[in-house]
C-alpha cells in the first residue's frame, strides 16, 4: 500500500474519531457474550429500545434512518444500537454518522453473531434481522420481528413514561 | 443532522473513499484495523485454519480432501491426504480483509475438477455502498500457487452467495444472488422486490466464465442457494423467494436449457413475512432415480423451525413437509446429501450451552427414515455442517472454534 495514502487513511480516522469524540458522539463498543446483560444492568428499571441491525442486510440499512430521526425527534430516546455483522469500522460508524445516530449507545460484535451471542440476547432468536427489543422498566420484553413501525414504538414509549 | 454527524458522515465518506472497500484484494487498512484490534484481545487475527469461522470441503478424483476456509480476512486452501487429521502447506486465496463476506450464510465455495483443476469463490464487498462481488482464483498447479483473484462479473451491483456446481461433465456452473435488477428498479425510481438469482458457466475449469444472466429474479437478498443437478443433468437451484405478498418461502427453479429457466415451483406454503434477512438458506439434493430431496428453515405463519420434503415429479410437486428435529434446540443449517438409494440429512442444534450435529438417513431414497441421532457437539462456537462424498464414503465436514476441522465418516442406512 502507498505509504503517503496510508499516512492519509490515518489520518483520515484519527480526524474521525477526535471529531465524533469532541462532540457528543459514542464510541463504538465490542458486543461479546456479556454484553448484552451489561447493557439491560446499565439500563435497568428503566425503558429501553435496543435495536439489532446488520451491515449486510439491506432492510437493515433502509431502516436505520427512520432511528435516527426517532432520536431527532425525541432526544431522550433510550436507544442501544447493536451491529451483527464482521464488517470495517470506518464504514459502519459512516452508516451510523449518515442516518443521524452518531450519539446512539452503540456496540458492534467483533466476531460471527453465533448461537451464544444470539442466546445471551434471546435464546429463541434463530437469527433473522433486523429487530428491535421494546424492554419496560420492569423488564418485560417485547420483540419485533423485521423493520419496526416508530408510530408503534411511540405508543410504547409513552405507555411506558418513557422522557421525550 | 447535527454539525458533528455532518462532519462525521463526510470524513467517513472520505475515508471509506479511499479504503479497501474499492480495492477488494489488498489487506484492510491499516488505520481502521488496528483500531478495532485495540478492542478485541480475544479475538482470532491469524488466516490459519484455527482462526476460520467458515470452511467448505471437497474430494479430488485420488480421494484427497481439499478444504477452504475464512479467517482473519482471508481465504486459504489446503489439502489433506489423511482424511483431515492434518493438513500441507495452507494457500492463501485472497485477503480482503474487512471486505471478506463471510458471515452467517456467505462461505469460500471450493471444486476441484477431474483434471485437478482448482476453483474457488468467494464474495467480498467492493465499494461504500457496501455492494459485493464474486471473486474467483484457480490453480493448475495442485494447489501451490493460485492466480490473482477476479470478480467472476462486471456488472456494478452487489453480487454475494457464489455457488460452485460441478457437472459430471466437467462444465462448472456458478450460480450466486446479484443485484442487478434491483439496481436497475431504483435507477428508474421504481419499487422492486429482493435480489435475482444469477449464473454462469466456465468450460476451462474456471479461468473464464461465460454465458452470465439473471435466471430468476425477486429472491431473498441474504440466504444461500443450494444448487444441484437433476437427473437430465439440468442445474436445479432451490433458494428462499420473495413472493409478490411479501412472503420468504422457498421454491425449485430448473434451468432446462442454458439460461432457460422454467418457472420456479413453490416448494411449501410457509407464509414467513418478513422485510429483513433470515440469513438462512437451504439445502437440496438429488438422487440418481431424480427424487429431489430439500431441507429447508422458516418462521412462517403455517409452520416454523427445520423441514424437510422431497419430490418425484422432477420438483413440480412437493411431499408435505416434515419437521426435522427438536424444534426446542433452533434446528437448522440443514445439509442433505443423496448417494445411490441412501440420502444422508443432518442440521445444527443448540441447547443454550452446547451446539450439536444430528443426524438421520433414509435407505429408499427418502420414503422413510431413521431416528435421529447425534453426530457431533461442542461447547463453542461452530461452522454450518456440510456433507461430502468421495465416492464411496459420505463424509460429515465439521468446523468448530474449540476442536479445530473434522471430517466423520457416516455410517450407511
Same mark, same amino acid.
Given at each position: ?5 496510508? =499516512? !492519509? *487513511? ?5 480526524? %474521525? +474519531? ?6 457528543? #458522539?459514542?464510541?463504538? @463498543? ?39 430521526? =426517532? !432520536? *431527532? ?5 433510550? %436507544? +442501544? ?6 464488517? #470495517?469500522?470506518?464504514? @459502519? ?39 428491535? =427489543? !421494546? ?15 416508530? #408510530?408503534?414504538?411511540? @405508543? ?9 | ?413
Amino acid at each position: 500500500m502507498n505509504p503517503i495514502c496510508t =499516512l !492519509l *487513511r490515518a489520518g483520515a480516522f484519527v480526524l %474521525l +474519531v477526535a471529531l465524533t469524540g469532541a462532540a457528543d #458522539a459514542a464510541p463504538e @463498543r465490542i458486543f461479546e457474550r456479556d454484553s448484552y446483560a451489561q447493557i439491560r444492568a446499565s439500563h435497568a428499571g428503566r425503558a429501553l429500545v435496543v435495536h439489532l441491525w446488520g451491515m449486510t442486510c439491506g432492510p437493515c440499512l433502509v431502516e436505520l434512518p427512520q432511528w435516527g430521526a =426517532l !432520536l *431527532r425527534k425525541r432526544s431522550e430516546l433510550p %436507544l +442501544v444500537l447493536i451491529q451483527v455483522d464482521p464488517s #470495517a469500522p470506518a464504514a @459502519r460508524t459512516q452508516r451510523l454518522a449518515a442516518a443521524g445516530l452518531t450519539r446512539a449507545e452503540n456496540w458492534s460484535a467483533a466476531s460471527e453473531f453465533d448461537e451464544f451471542l444470539r442466546a445471551s440476547i434471546d435464546p429463541a432468536w434463530p437469527g433473522d434481522m433486523p429487530r428491535t =427489543l !421494546l424492554i419496560s422498566p420492569s423488564g418485560e420484553v417485547k420483540t419485533i420481528r423485521g423493520p419496526a413501525r416508530l #408510530a408503534e414504538v411511540e @405508543r410504547w414509549l409513552d405507555g411506558v413514561g418513557a422522557a421525550h | 443532522m447535527s454539525i458533528s454527524e455532518r462532519i462525521a458522515a463526510t470524513v467517513g465518506a472520505l475515508l471509506l473513499a479511499g479504503s479497501a472497500l474499492a480495492q477488494p484484494v489488498p489487506a484492510a487498512p491499516a488505520s481502521a484495523a488496528m483500531h478495532h484490534e485495540g478492542h478485541r484481545a480475544a479475538a482470532c487475527a491469524s488466516p490459519a485454519l484455527a482462526c476460520a469461522n467458515a470452511a467448505s470441503a471437497v474430494f479430488d478424483a485420488r480421494g484427497a480432501l481439499w478444504l477452504a476456509w475464512a479467517a482473519a480476512g482471508s481465504v486459504s486452501v489446503a489439502r489433506s491426504t489423511d482424511a483431515g487429521l492434518t493438513f500441507g502447506p495452507a494457500s492463501v486465496v485472497g485477503s480482503p480483509g474487512v471486505a471478506l463476506d463471510a458471515g452467517s450464510d456467505a462461505r469460500p465455495q471450493i471444486v476441484v475438477d477431474a483434471r485437478g483443476r482448482i476453483v474457488v469463490a468467494y464474495s467480498a464487498f467492493k465499494d461504500q455502498a457496501w455492494n459485493a462481488q464474486v471473486l474467483v482464483a484457480t490453480s493448475t498447479d495442485g494447489g501451490a500457487s493460485f492466480s490473482a483473484p477476479r470478480s467472476l462479473s462486471r456488472d456494478a451491483a452487489s453480487q454475494r452467495f457464489p455457488v460452485l456446481a460441478l457437472r459430471s461433465d466437467g462444465r462448472l456452473l456458478a450460480m450466486w444472488i446479484d443485484k442487478r435488477t434491483a439496481a436497475a428498479a431504483r435507477r428508474k425510481g421504481v419499487p422492486h422486490a429482493g435480489a435475482a438469482l444469477a449464473s454462469a458457466w466456465s468450460d476451462d475449469g474456471g479461468e473464464s466464465f461465460s454465458a452470465e444472466r439473471v435466471v430468476q429474479d425477486h429472491s431473498c437478498e441474504c440466504c444461500r442457494l443450494a444448487v444441484a443437478f437433476d437427473a437430465q443433468r439440468h442445474p436445479v437451484v432451490l433458494y428462499r423467494s420473495l413472493f409478490a405478498d411479501g412472503e420468504r418461502d422457498h421454491a425449485l427453479l430448473t434451468i432446462a436449457e442454458e439460461g432457460e429457466a422454467q418457472a420456479p415451483a413453490r416448494v411449501a406454503e410457509d407464509h414467513w413475512v418478513i422485510d429483513g434477512c433470515p440469513h438462512h438458506g437451504p439445502s437440496l439434493a438429488v438422487s440418481p432415480d431424480g427424487t429431489l430431496h430439500a431441507a429447508w428453515f422458516t418462521l412462517g405463519r403455517s409452520r416454523q423451525g427445520l423441514f424437510q420434503a422431497r419430490s418425484t415429479d422432477g420438483g413440480a410437486t412437493f411431499t408435505s413437509p416434515q419437521r426435522v428435529g427438536d424444534a426446542a434446540q433452533q434446528p437448522g443449517r440443514p445439509a442433505v446429501y443423496a448417494q445411490g438409494r441412501a440420502v444422508w440429512l443432518v442440521w445444527k442444534e443448540f441447547d443454550g450451552q452446547r451446539i450439536f450435529i444430528k443426524e438421520r438417513r433414509s435407505a429408499d431414497a427418502g420414503q422413510t427414515w431413521s431416528a435421529d441421532r447425534v453426530l457431533a457437539a461442542t461447547a463453542n462456537s461452530a461452522d454450518h455442517p456440510q456433507l461430502i462424498g468421495d465416492g464411496r464414503r459420505v463424509y460429515l465436514s465439521w468446523l468448530t472454534r474449540d476442536e479445530g476441522y473434522r471430517l466423520m465418516p457416516l455410517e450407511a442406512p
